[in-house]
C-alpha cells in the first residue's frame, strides 16, 4: 500500500457542486501540504498543515479549504467548483518541511469540472 | 519573488544518450535546490537536492551542482534509460524557514530503446 493515498483518483464534478479531495498517511509525518499541477505551470502550494492544530494558506488558497482531522489525515474541499479549478491535486507529507526534509507525494486526483 | 526557470522540453532521447536538463533560478538569500521526478502515473519524488554553494547532489546515476555564480543546477545524466523517462522538476526553497516549494513548470523526457 502507498504511503500517501489520496482519493478520489478521478472526479468529474459540475460547476457550483461541492468536491472534497481526501488524503490519509501512513509515514507519521506531522507535515501535510496540498498542491495543485497544471499543465505548463509546475506545482503550486494551496495549504498547508503542521499539526492537526496548525492550518496555513499557501499561494493559491482562494476558492478552497481544509481539514486536518487527525495528524495522519488531510481533506481538500471545494465549496463551489469552477471549472478553472480542473487539475491535478497532489497531497504531500514531510516530516521536516522542504529545505530540511524530503516531500513524500501521493498519486495525485484529477478532478475535471464542467 | 523567488523563482525558477528550466528546459520545458517534451525531449525525446535514443537509450544510453547524455542528458542535461537546465535550471537556472533567481532567489534572495541562499536557497536549498531540489531535482524531483514523476514517472507516469505516480506522485513526485525526490531525485536529489543541495543546500548550499558548489554542494553536489546525486542519485541513480543523475548528478546537479548547485552554482551560486551562474545561479544554476543543471540536471546530468551519462547515460539514460527506457526507464529514466518521466517529468523532472526544479524546485527552490529558501533558508527563511517558509514551508513553500516554488517548481519550474516541469519537462517530460521520453527515452527510446
Known amino acids: 500500500d502507498a504511503d500517501v493515498t489520496q482519493t478520489p483518483r478521478n472526479r468529474i464534478t459540475k460547476t457550483g457542486k461541492r468536491i472534497m479531495l481526501e488524503c490519509s498517511q501512513t509515514?507519521?509525518?506531522?507535515?501535510m501540504y496540498w498542491y495543485r499541477q497544471d499543465p505548463g505551470l509546475g506545482l503550486r502550494l494551496i495549504y498547508y498543515?503542521?499539526?492537526?492544530?496548525?492550518?496555513n494558506k499557501g499561494e493559491i488558497s482562494d476558492g478552497y479549504s481544509v481539514s486536518r482531522q487527525a495528524q495522519a489525515k488531510f481533506s481538500l474541499s471545494l465549496e463551489s467548483a469552477i471549472p478553472n479549478q480542473t487539475a491535478l491535486y497532489f497531497c504531500?507529507?514531510?516530516?521536516?518541511?522542504?529545505?530540511?526534509?524530503?516531500?513524500?507525494f501521493g498519486e495525485g486526483s484529477r478532478l475535471t469540472v464542467l | 519573488g523567488d523563482s525558477v526557470t528550466q528546459m520545458e522540453g517534451p525531449v525525446t532521447l535514443s537509450e544510453e544518450a547524455c542528458l542535461t536538463i537546465?535550471?537556472?533560478?533567481?532567489?534572495?538569500?541562499?536557497?536549498?535546490l531540489f531535482w524531483y521526478v514523476q514517472y507516469p502515473g505516480e506522485g513526485l519524488q525526490l531525485l536529489l537536492k543541495?543546500?548550499?554553494?558548489?554542494d553536489k547532489g546525486s542519485n541513480k546515476g543523475f548528478e546537479a551542482t548547485y552554482r551560486k555564480e551562474t545561479t544554476s543546477f543543471h540536471l546530468e545524466k551519462g547515460s539514460v534509460q527506457v526507464s529514466d523517462s518521466a517529468v523532472y522538476f526544479c524546485?527552490?526553497?529558501?533558508?527563511?524557514?517558509?514551508?513553500?516549494?516554488?517548481f519550474g513548470k516541469g519537462m517530460k523526457l521520453t527515452v527510446n530503446p
Open positions: 543541495a543546500t548550499k554553494a558548489d
Open positions: 509515514k507519521g509525518h506531522d507535515r
Open positions: 504531500a507529507t514531510s516530516d521536516g518541511g522542504p529545505t530540511t526534509g524530503e516531500l513524500f
Open positions: 498543515s503542521f499539526d492537526v492544530k496548525d492550518i
Open positions: 537546465n535550471c537556472t533560478y533567481t532567489a534572495t538569500g541562499y536557497p536549498s
Open positions: 524546485a527552490l526553497s529558501d533558508q527563511g524557514g517558509s514551508e513553500k516549494l516554488v
